[in-house]
């Protein structure tokens, strides 16, 4: 475990909900624009029932289980079906990259599909494409206008804005936010543009 904290939430159509953050640590993949790289080692081994007493004890509804990459480790299905056990309402940010067919399917998975300049774009999982549902997300961050018009093909080839929302985020200093929303009224893609409200509030602050 990297962190348990209580914060708002950032991003996802649950942007502004009180949250608990369930931060697991590892992750297959290197981002090159990654802003949590300190969850990549390190951490502290916790057995489920101390993680779900840690998360009870903030006494919020909304639990996003994130990282890294949670999926890297396989305990993190059972932590998600308890967390939902105990009545929690509960998203799971994933990077796309591995197979969410066996997440338990009372959680909103919000899957990242990496742009290429993200370095990581080849990683995509498009099996997983098929198994989005309504209560699901695809977020795509970009960095400048060929990863946007590269999000512009996805969204159209996989009929992407017809299963889920889709969420398109710039990544911070180097896409200018209003760029994105300019391109998204322009072209008028059927998206919700989103900013990481945490770092409006408190910039890189961890816990936060």
Not at 38 to 64: I, K, N, T
Not at 109 to 128: F, H, M, W, Y
């Amino acid at each position: 475990m990297s962190e348990i904290f209580a914060s708002l939430q950032g991003e996802s159509t649950r942007a502004g909900l009180p949250t608990v953050f369930v931060r697991l640590t590892g992750c297959p993949l290197r981002c090159t624009w990654c802003d949590t790289e300190y969850a990549f080692r390190g951490g502290e081994l916790l057995d489920l029932q101390a993680v779900l007493d840690d998360v009870a004890a903030h006494d919020l509804h909304y639990v996003c289980v994130t990282g890294g990459e949670p999926l890297a480790q396989a305990s993190c299905l059972t932590l998600l079906t308890a967390l939902c056990d105990a009545g929690h309402s509960v998203s799971l940010e994933t990077s796309g990259a591995l197979d969410i067919g066996s997440v338990d399917p009372r959680v909103s998975r919000i899957v990242d599909l990496k742009a290429p300049s993200s370095g990581e774009a080849e990683r995509n999982r498009t099996e997983n494409i098929a198994l989005i549902t309504e209560r699901d997300e695809i977020k795509i961050v970009l960095a400048d206008e060929a990863d946007y018009h590269w999000a512009e093909q996805q969204i159209a080839a996989h009929r992407l804005s017809e299963r889920c929302p889709v969420l398109l985020s710039p990544v911070a200093g180097q896409l200018h936010p209003a760029r994105l929303a300019e391109w998204i009224v322009r072209d008028r893609l059927p998206v919700r543009f989103q900013l990481q409200l945490h770092k409006v509030l408190w910039k890189d602050a961890r816990g936060r």
